[in-house]
């Protein structure tokens, strides 16, 4: 029943019963004022309203002076419907002003995009979810094995039971390395820092000491950075652990950890132990034949070879250059070859992303070694072919040492370093400066090498690699083939014998 101002109007115009006329129609009715289901009238009508926020419908009869009123929408909360036949409100609907037409029921295309949207919608989350949560965990277990402070003895030496108590050498070659190739796994690493005892210092200089330590009865290297040099310790670490750096003519790296000794801290790098120390040390005391000098010099350069040569694939690794060659950092092993060692200034590059990776170490290279470029400030910093090339001005100076000291005809000159007749024994920039770049001398080759074939050959290699133009130099890779030309040369009466 309708109430209110909207019921009001409507009694006033509904009709009320009375005698009945010919004309009328006869219509539905749930009014009130209707005789039973019916009602008689000019009008049947159907009416909405709403009130108090309820919906109310009606139907009934309307007298002829109010059609005006039919199929008209009074108000939003009104709305009124008419016809004109017997019955004919009976099924007939009215909307209030604003309402629409009922909508149709959704097709099956579109009922099946409102399910399957939000379904995919729900599982790509999903898929998302449960990847970041397993990389989540990948990272978590990554700094797991990386992290040195939080490590437990218990879970150290669980890894360390992994490759047992083999040799070095065993440890190296198995396939649980940190994916460089070059040292041990993390955790193994540790072990063995903490497992070497120190036995003997074997050398001092700027960076700090080597000594000789022993792990398992075997001989390593412990080279023990100074606190001011801890740039040169981390990139050396950041080198050997995260490129493929396994050569016969690259120090062995083994593990690199920061320990603490006497209440204070240490940066330790561990490596392989050669008994005959540096190059430098070892043509101190050593005099070489022709063999033995050209053994020398085809190992460093391969060494050489394999740092400036850049290696592609996922088991790849970057060009490096040195930028610290001198005597002093190659090794000299058992059987005659060399390795290079201390990588703390090396420089990396990749072709693939044309990144330069300079470090970030303030110490720079050895002055007696600097090549033109590096003296007078002129070389190409942003470019990695100019540290190359400095790396085969700094060869040539090395290849000098070793021919000196190679015997001929009965004839061998005393151990010098490079420039030590032009230069003082602990030269300045400027010293070199002077010599190098504005004298542009190079050290004296002695006459009586060019008696000897090989020797000649190596001379002739010495001064391509001092050019002052670093374009004009020989490369690396162009000495070692010509070294090794040599040295099949030497072979071949051994082989006819």
Aim: with cysteine; proline share 3%.
């Amino acid at each position: 029943m309708l109430q209110g101002a909207i019921g009001n109007f409507l009694l006033a115009i509904l009709t009320v019963p009375r005698s009945v006329a010919a004309d009328e129609l006869l219509c539905a009715c749930d009014m009130q004022q209707c005789e039973n289901t019916t009602c008689r009238g000019k009008v049947c009508f159907v009416s909405k309203a709403l009130e108090d926020g309820k919906t109310m419908e009606g139907k009934g009869c309307l007298r002829s002076n109010i059609l005006e009123h039919c199929q008209t929408a009074i108000m939003d909360q009104y709305a009124m419907n008419c016809c004109s036949s017997h019955m004919c409100n009976e099924n007939i609907t009215v909307h209030l002003r604003g309402q629409g037409q009922p909508e149709e029921p959704p097709s099956l295309k579109n009922l099946l995009l409102m399910i399957l949207v939000p379904l995919l919608a729900f599982l790509v989350l999903l898929v998302l979810i449960t990847l970041f949560f397993w990389k989540l965990a990948q990272h978590r277990r990554k700094r797991l094995l990386c992290r040195h402070d939080d490590l437990g003895d218990t879970d150290i030496m669980l890894k360390a039971s992994m490759v047992g108590d083999g040799t070095l050498e065993d440890l190296l070659s198995e396939d649980c390395t940190t994916g460089s190739g070059s040292g041990l796994p993390f955790l193994v690493q540790r072990t063995v820092a903490r497992q070497i005892a120190l036995v003997e210092c074997v050398g001092k200089g700027r960076y700090g000491e080597v000594w000789r330590g022993v792990w398992h009865g075997e001989n390593v290297a412990v080279k023990i950075f100074s606190s001011r040099d801890e740039q040169s310790w981390f990139r050396e670490t950041e080198i050997y652990n995260t490129v493929l750096l396994r050569h016969d003519n690259i120090l062995g790296f083994i593990a690199s950890d920061m320990t603490s000794r006497n209440s204070s801290t240490q940066l330790w790098l561990i490596t392989h132990y050669h008994e005959n120390g540096s190059l430098y040390d070892y043509l101190q005391s050593t005099v070489l034949h022709t063999e033995s000098c050209l053994r020398l010099a085809c190992s460093i350069i391969c060494g050489l070879v394999h740092l400036h040569v850049e290696i592609f694939g996922t088991q790849g690794k970057p060009a490096i250059a040195h930028r610290d060659l001198k005597s002093r950092n190659i090794l000299v092993k058992n059987n005659q070859q060399c390795c290079i060692a201390d990588l703390g200034l090396a420089v990396m590059h990749s072709q693939g992303s044309d990144y330069l990776d300079i470090g970030n170490n303030p110490r720079v290279g050895t002055k007696r070694y600097m090549a033109p470029e590096v003296l007078d400030e002129q070389i190409r910093t942003d470019c990695f072919e100019s540290y190359k090339q400095t790396d085969i001005w700094a060869f040539g100076l090395v290849l000098w040492e070793i021919t000196r000291r190679t015997v001929v005809n009965g004839i061998v000159e005393d151990y010098r370093p490079p420039f030590f007749d032009m230069v003082p024994s602990d030269p300045s920039f400027e010293d070199m400066k002077k010599v190098v770049c504005t004298d542009q001398q190079t050290p004296s080759i002695p006459n009586w090498l060019y008696s000897d074939s090989i020797l000649s050959s190596l001379a002739q290699i010495m001064k391509e690699c001092w050019y002052q133009s670093p374009s004009a130099r020989l490369t690396a890779l162009r000495i070692k083939k010509t070294l090794k030309k040599l040295n099949s040369s030497l072979e071949k009466p051994k082989q006819d014998y």
